[in-house]
């Protein structure tokens, strides 16, 4: 995602001079902590196109400060290798030539340690000039502190699927604390707010381009699952024959799942006596949690699984209008290097885990807000350049960093793809 | 597109059997019609895997009666031939296996006779029973009819896509009759709606199921371009570099037009001299007329065009809204087996060509209606199978059966695809 | 083959005209009889990127007549139509560009009736000026005669990979006369030649510029089969766990078999029970005829099977060193349009089916004999060119014209192709 | 090469065991100084799937002494690691199953570390029991000394093709002492032998499988260039327009170029100004040597170059021929971790730069020699698995390890490949 949504903040915070640096300084940091147990190998792997190499995530978020701050906005810079742009740009045309994506797996020079400095020396310039800025570069270091953890997790992302090719099944990290497991009670129903709504970013507050304008949107009576679907769930829909019921699918979900053999979310491994009994996660290979949320879902089985139990998944309207109640910083996110794992639904009543855990696939296209306009510039190559084909996911995971997401937050994934923590939450028409 | 809205009827016409019976012989005979000039060769030919032979889609509409009325309805039965159901089934999973779509231009045999006798047989069948119908089954006659229309436009743009192959630049058809060119009054906008609206169908006539339910949406203050871009205008674009300038594309659409070294719409050609003066259609290789809207653009171009206008492209919602009011058989549509051709917009005010000329690409996400639920059964392998990557076109085109359409029609097709008669119609935020 | 071996003669028939008169109208007539019972689409469609549509063939035989006698040798000559060179140049690089190779069979225009006119025009030319051609040019009709042999071969063996593909299992052709069939003896060896052997082509008769020159070669004390493998022999093969024992293929050739799910020859078709018990052919689906030779087998497959039956494919020099002594014209080949089918051997002692049956595949790469030069031109776009990764093939099939091989013709094929008439005579060290 | 040419020697040196120990000693250390410059990360990645990691090669290598000698012939052996097998058998099928080639570069773990680990405990238990050996297995631990030079020379190879990828153009080594270059004289032709000729291992020194056995073949009269063809020859080639002459081409070289945009020998760079000035080697970017030999051309290439310049490639017979009374051991090879190089030809009379310097491409296709059988078990998934459409290479290069080859010495490859030390030297008949 985050290499995506490099983009214009349409309102940064005006957050004092100190408080951005002591920002700055936490995400920096967490970045080299998620970094800490990798070899130079584990930092320089792809394991697909989709995916980069950690080291590249490392370099590619210096590049960005060390680009639309120093460069652009700090006399004098001097860049701490000319070739690097080349090799760190993600996908800024304006900011020319750059490595062909699936080959950044091929750097296997400079190495993590020359990253590591590279990061060292942009941070001390960053540190030694940011009392100065004015609030407009100060706006630009903000953004890319946000950029930076929309790159942490992609990181993580990216690192399980690099190790899921392992036959070793590496441990990326410690396993989670996690609460003593409850059985989470029958998935209930909470209504939501027909007739008209206003949904999108207004205000102070950071956010990206796409999440505005606030606008009015129409609501038809509904109701949303007060909870995620579980694994437990999953393997029923698995023992109903869903992934063998061709009119539970779309289409191309049906055309997808054949050509590539698909019987179970990514990660998913079958035990000697065949059965679906483990997943790989960044600590290694585990038995399934039937209690915790499915994760690593693809929209196409997202929806076939809410056909197969008599329901849909929420529009992204329905579940901002819903989200907006709740405190986006209260459930399980990433707080440290630990091994990422959503956990299962603490008990009680109304809406539970809409924030963190897993991104819930939405029923929504990722298309423009009525009114949108991308910011002008290379820095402005805006999410809207990747308006066709995705669907929006809303609420963050659990490998997103606390405090990175908000209700109106957008991401989006092309249908297919699964290695993100994407999970289900249903809706239906009242 | 009809391989796709091959779906139940939501609601059926209680027309008198008269009407229906009428109806069948006009819709079975046109389609004959359009393959009277046909080799054998021509109808037997597949220039791509979305397009289908000319005899594939003549034995296919058969088949869908054969099957949907005589197998099923009408007692003691005799099959045609029983191995045309493996040739001759479009895409439905109920229905059992069939034959690899692109590999339908293999069937050298059955020969283009052997299909129009099968047509016969089909036809005097369905003419014997159909007096003695019952209202139910009489709703699958008219949704075979539905159905027929959509094959015969994909008919005559496979066709198209096929002939456009041959270095020979054959002709299919005759030309249109063309009323004297008038060059296009400046495009105007026409304020549309705002604030709640109704859209969808409801009432007796008939409408695929994806066009329901008819549900209340809202609107921005809006306007539509009075008129359709023309080639003239397409050609403004293309010498500003439209073709060329990344920032104007969305990303998969610039790596679309980068692989496939896209530079103008489908079948412009070059003269000798260099100059994108020409485009090939149903009446062969001719000069672009400039005053008629431009065709066979895919959505990305059309966005692209948008964008570069400083406009956008307008929602299904804006459209429909808009269109309510108009009459949707009153357009250039197909009447006849001529060469279907868009014409340039007639002088006046308001709205014009808003049915037929070209489908008009909206910014809408093909996705189900609030409420929407499929039928059930073979026939209701329903358009929402389709509903994910797909972006929702509106209005007709020059080669739509005229009456096929209604305001509330949601044909739907991938952003990169172009071999039907698809243009654009700009609209902006006010 | 014959798309290859269009090259210029070693050496040409002194025959006088009277006789290359005669030859002409009776090459150019077998092509028209086996185009007989084909439709135009039959005639029209291409069924892989490896063969092409009847009509190409037919076409492309009559432009090689047209460019390389008429056009450059008779003054004045008008083409036929001056846009056939683009559509029916197999790939002369020095006649400029042509349609690719795999959209032959989108040209539905010109139909079957035209090409039969071109035909007819050429022909009529040809006959008009044959009289007087000086001997150089007289070698060139005798070059086109032997061209159109090979194209002959092809026709049968696309037009049954085309049919293959058909549900219907058309029939081509009727079934061709068989001797009552005799279980063959079990297979003998017949000791060849050791020491010094010459093999190549001199003299005075036709042949392709890569049958020469002549040449001393050495050969080991070897033999050879006396008949060739049986269908029966393939079975047992094949009940042994041939196609699922990796040690017996070559790395590329396992590798092929698995990446194509390959389990038997081509067109062997299980039946209802689940044996291989039919294969297709040009008279449509038959019983596999236990005694006759197998066909269709790829290099691949034939060099497995000779593993396993523990001896190797010969050589080409061993095989010609054996042929040199036989009637090349003796053997089951094509005379009249029937479907070409191998036979079962005959009774008796000594080297039997060397001519006609099925090409023999050699172990022996295609690559250039000692002091080969191609000829100067466009028609000497020398079978040299094809020089590289392929194996020769020796004694012409079933489906060749009787008298266009001789005991020093190669022909080559790729080691995965089997959609020709090929076969397996087993040798051995002695 | 050692990718494919790990067989069963015909015949293994009687040598005591105390010069096997000697040799084993070397021939592990080597390895090990090669790898020493490289970093983890360098050592994981795999730029191709023709190439393996560096870690790859120092492992693999490691499980041929582990399987075949200790797990096979002595008692009790521990494996070190289990899972080992599954990650570093190359293609052995009877081996059981392994990671897909094109994975290997995912394997961040084990780390560089850990497989010098597992060499070192190898390495002291073959030490242990050498002394003990029986003539059988000390012949394989002959055999693995082989099998690990042959990937010594693919390690290089392959590094080299993974640092081209790398836009920081990193040096591998450092460069190797170079004569003070000398203007090489023009190319003389010096006679071969002609008639009978005998070529093929046998005796009683080491050899692979496939170069025996000795056998009798004929060479007609020709003569060998009595040097390489060199950069500034093909410098001419290029500048006559060698890459864009149709004529000079196999048909599957000039697909091979047209499809993979070839203008140049592989690793050749246009400078600034656009001339094909500088090339990538192991040690970096430089100046092209115009005196040295070519490197890194394929098989087309090399046969393209030989008919622009009148002239063919040998045959290998031709070669080894001729080879058999210089001394193999004399050339330029690889003795130390420095960027191995071609040299310019040493002045004189004769053939030189036999051995040594480039691989030389032969027209021979790599087939078996008569009478050949491949070894059973294993170890003996011999050469021979890899004989069809391959061609034979001579000599050796430098970067292959100082006695490593022998005159009857094959190496094999694709005609496209041109990752290894590949030149050219011309033959012509007489």
């Given at each position: 995602?985050?290499?995506?949504?490099?983009?214009?903040a349409?309102?940064?915070e005006?957050?004092?001079?100190?408080?951005?640096?002591?920002?700055?300084?936490?995400?920096?940091?967490?970045?080299?902590?998620?970094a800490?147990?990798?070899?130079?190998?584990?930092?320089?792997a792809?394991?697909?196109?989709?995916?980069?190499?950690?080291?590249?995530?490392?370099?590619?978020?210096t590049?960005?400060?060390e680009?639309?701050v120093?460069?652009?906005?700090?006399?004098?810079?001097?860049?701490?290798?000319?070739?690097?742009a080349?090799?760190?740009?993600?996908?800024?045309?304006?900011?020319?030539?750059?490595?062909?994506?699936?080959?950044?797996?091929?750097?296997?020079?400079?190495?993590?340690?020359?990253?590591?400095?590279?990061?060292?020396?942009?941070?001390?310039?960053?540190?030694?000039?940011?009392?100065d800025?004015?609030?407009?570069?100060l706006?630009?270091?903000?953004?890319g502190?946000?950029?930076?953890?929309?790159?942490?997790?992609?990181l993580?992302?990216?690192?399980?699927?690099?190790?899921?090719q392992?036959?070793?099944?590496?441990?990326?990290?410690?396993?989670a604390?996690?609460?003593?497991?409850?059985?989470?009670e029958?998935?209930?129903?909470?209504?939501?707010?027909?007739?008209?709504?206003?949904?999108?970013?207004?205000?102070?507050?950071?956010?990206?381009?796409?999440?505005?304008?606030?606008?009015v949107?129409?609501?038809?009576?509904?109701?949303?699952?007060?909870?995620?679907?579980?694994?437990?769930?999953?393997?029923?829909?698995?023992?109903?024959?869903?992934?063998?019921?061709?009119?539970?699918?779309?289409?191309?979900?049906?055309?997808w799942?054949?050509?590539?053999?698909?019987?179970a979310?990514?990660y998913?491994?079958?035990?000697?006596?065949?059965?679906w009994?483990?997943?790989?996660g960044?600590?290694?290979?585990?038995?399934?949690?039937?209690?915790?949320?499915?994760?690593?879902?693809?929209?196409?089985?997202?929806?076939?699984?809410?056909?197969?139990?008599?329901?849909?998944?929420?529009?992204?309207a329905?579940?901002?209008?819903a989200?907006?109640?709740?405190?986006?910083a209260?459930?399980?996110?990433?707080?440290?290097?630990?091994?990422a794992c959503?956990?299962?639904?603490?008990?009680?009543?109304g809406?539970?885990?809409m924030?963190?855990?897993?991104?819930?696939?939405?029923?929504?296209?990722y298309l423009?807000?009525?009114?949108?306009?991308?910011?002008a510039?290379?820095i402005?190559?805006?999410?809207?350049?990747?308006?066709?084909?995705?669907?929006?996911?809303?609420?963050?995971?659990?490998?997103?960093?606390?405090?990175?997401?908000?209700?109106?937050?957008?991401?989006?994934?092309?249908?297919?793809?699964?290695w993100?923590?994407?999970?289900?939450?249903?809706?239906k028409?009242?």
């Amino acid at each position: 995602m985050s290499v995506r949504h490099d983009a214009m903040a349409r309102s940064a915070e005006t957050a004092p001079h100190a408080a951005a640096a002591r920002r700055f300084a936490r995400v920096r940091k967490l970045s080299l902590d998620l970094a800490a147990p990798l070899s130079d190998a584990d930092a320089t792997a792809q394991s697909m196109p989709d995916a980069s190499p950690s080291k590249w995530h490392l370099a590619h978020t210096t590049w960005f400060f060390e680009t639309f701050v120093l460069r652009d906005h700090v006399p004098n810079h001097r860049s701490f290798d000319g070739r690097f742009a080349f090799l760190f740009n993600s996908y800024y045309e304006a900011e020319g030539a750059r490595i062909a994506r699936p080959r950044r797996g091929l750097l296997t020079r400079p190495s993590l340690d020359e990253v590591r400095a590279y990061r060292a020396a942009v941070d001390a310039e960053i540190e030694r000039v940011l009392p100065d800025l004015p609030p407009a570069t100060l706006a630009l270091v903000e953004l890319g502190c946000h950029h930076e953890e929309q790159h942490q997790e992609l990181l993580l992302t990216d690192l399980l699927h690099l190790f899921a090719q392992n036959p070793l099944t590496p441990a990326a990290y410690a396993p989670a604390a996690r609460p003593p497991g409850a059985v989470p009670e029958p998935l209930r129903w909470v209504e939501g707010r027909a007739g008209t709504a206003e949904i999108g970013h207004s205000g102070d507050g950071f956010a990206f381009d796409c999440e505005g304008p606030r606008h009015v949107t129409w609501l038809q009576p509904h109701a949303l699952a007060d909870r995620l679907i579980t694994n437990g769930e999953w393997r029923d829909f698995m023992a109903d024959g869903g992934y063998g019921t061709a009119s539970l699918w779309l289409a191309d979900g049906w055309a997808w799942l054949r050509e590539n053999g698909i019987e179970a979310p990514a990660y998913w491994r079958r035990d000697a006596a065949g059965a679906w009994s483990q997943h790989f996660g960044l600590d290694g290979l585990r038995e399934i949690d039937l209690s915790a949320p499915v994760r690593h879902v693809s929209y196409y089985e997202a929806d076939a699984f809410a056909r197969w139990a008599g329901a849909r998944l929420p529009t992204e309207a329905e579940w901002e209008s819903a989200a907006a109640r709740l405190d986006p910083a209260s459930g399980n996110f990433l707080d440290a290097p630990v091994a990422a794992c959503p956990l299962p639904a603490r008990g009680g009543d109304g809406l539970r885990q809409m924030f963190g855990d897993v991104w819930e696939w939405t029923g929504s296209a990722y298309l423009a807000y009525p009114g949108f306009r991308p910011a002008a510039g290379a820095i402005g190559e805006y999410n809207g350049k990747f308006m066709s084909g995705q669907f929006v996911l809303r609420g963050g995971s659990c490998a997103t960093p606390r405090g990175h997401v908000r209700a109106s937050y957008r991401n989006f994934f092309y249908p297919h793809q699964r290695w993100q923590f994407t999970g289900v939450r249903l809706a239906k028409d009242l």
